[in-house]
Every structure is written in C-alpha cells, then in structure tokens.
C-alpha cells in the first residue's frame, strides 16, 4: 500500500505541474529565426531527404537575429543542422493520424507516423543535415550561410541551427529501415540538348539528381502523363516511362 501523501507533496507536486505547463505553452512560442531561400517555389521537386543533391540554400536571418556574435565560430563546422517548418502542409490544428503513407512505399503501405519522416506529424517540424559552404556579409541581410544539401522550399521558416557533430551525430552501423532498402532506385534521365542549354551550367548538375531521384509520388505511374517541376525561375516539364525519365520541355518561368 503507498504512503499518503503530505500536503507539502502535494504543493509540490502542482508546482512541477504548472512549471511543466509553462514550458509547454513556451515551446508553442518557438520563433522563427530565419528563412532559407532555395530554388523550389512549390513542394514538387524537393529533394526526398537532404544531401541527396548539391542544390543550394541561403540562409537569411530575421532582424531580431542579425547578430555577427551568435555565428560566432560556426565557420569551424562543415555540416549544420537545421530545424524548420513544413510551411505548405495543411493539416487541421490538433489532429494527427498515427500512421502515414510513405511516398516511397507507392502510397499504398501504412507506416507509424515516428517511423518516418512524412511531413503529416504532430507537429509539422522538418530535421536537416546540409554543408555549410560559406559565410556570406549582405549588404541588405547581414550574415547569411549559404548551404548545400537543402530539402526545403523557398521561404521555409527556421526554428533553430546547430552544428554537426561527426563524433556522436554518426553512426554508420545504423539500420535505416525501409527507406534504407529504397535508397538505389533511380530513373535515367533524357533530356534535348536545347532543354539543357536554357538552364545555366551551375544549376544543370543539380537539376539532373533531382530528376534521377523521381520526384513523383510513388502510386503514380502513367507512362503518358507529363509533370511540371519548378525550378530556379524554370518550369522542367518531363514524363517517365519504365525506368527513364523523359525531359519534354524547359521553359523560362515570367515573373510575377
């Protein structure tokens, strides 16, 4: 049988309470301390998971955070975690499902929602690992990080940066699951040499990883159906057919 408990536990045991409550209502205060801009307006075409391209980001912070001295030393760091938010997902507040459909399963395969990384979560909040290429002085930002390896969409709200730390963040005996067993698909990929002239040569590279890598959803499979991806101010329009990805047009994109 438990002890009864004392009325000094007791007030002890509201206080953690309400201490407990407190961090919780401040975690829902989290700020958004910069932006990275990317080149993919839209969702469709971003990489799967981050490193999987070259494709570059630049960091901009907020005002509020433009200060030289929280940067301090970051330029001994090659790799750099970031916390972000899954701005484009349209999910009613306090309502989450505990299984997703991984796009890489075709959509068809229902998995625990912790069990992978879909952006339909609890709390729609992204995790990267991406290089830290350089440290850039703007004249109208302040100190920007340009990164590569980015999986976001322009804009997309971040929360929080920390550095990567090879000692305890690596783990290469690590079983990765279902999405490890994915990780070698890749489409060859055609596209018309006046296609890849429109595209400047430092953005070609990455353009065609993107395309290897298959940015439609898994359970769609029509061999005459043509996609359009977006990309730094371009419209990439392709189809697949087996195990190739066919480019049918590039087009430069008209400002709004």
């Not at 952006?119 to 690992?129: A, F, K, V």
Request: with cysteine.
């Amino acid at each position: 049988m438990r002890e009864p408990v004392s009325g000094h536990e007791v007030v002890k045991k509201k206080k953690d309470c309400n201490n407990l409550e407190k961090e919780t209502v401040g975690l829902e205060k989290v700020k958004v301390i910069a932006r990275i801009h990317t080149d993919f307006p839209t969702k469709f075409g971003v990489p799967r998971q981050s490193g999987l391209s070259d494709a570059a980001g630049l960091v901009v912070f907020e005002p509020e955070f433009r200060q030289p001295d929280a940067l301090r030393g970051i330029e001994e760091y090659t790799h750099l975690w970031i916390l972000w938010g899954f701005s484009e997902v349209r999910q009613e507040s306090g309502t989450w499902k505990a299984t997703v459909r991984p796009p890489r399963l075709g959509g068809n395969e229902r998995v625990g929602v912790f069990a992978c990384r879909s952006p339909y979560r609890p709390n729609p909040i992204g995790l990267s690992c991406v290089k830290l290429e350089r440290i850039i002085s703007h004249e109208k930002y302040g100190m920007c990080l340009l990164v590569s390896g980015v999986d976001m969409m322009d804009q997309t709200p971040i929360y929080d940066i920390k550095p990567y730390l090879p000692y305890v963040d690596a783990h290469p005996e690590a079983s990765g699951g279902f999405a490890h067993k994915k990780q070698t698909y890749h489409l060859e990929v055609q596209i018309p040499d006046e296609g890849m002239k429109k595209i400047p040569e430092e953005k070609r590279k990455v353009v065609m990883q993107i395309l290897s890598q298959d940015p439609r959803p898994s359970y769609q499979n029509d061999p005459e159906r043509v996609y359009g991806m977006g990309f730094a101010g371009f419209e990439v329009k392709f189809r697949v057919e087996g195990s190739t990805l066919y480019v049918v047009s590039v087009t430069k994109k008209q400002k709004e």
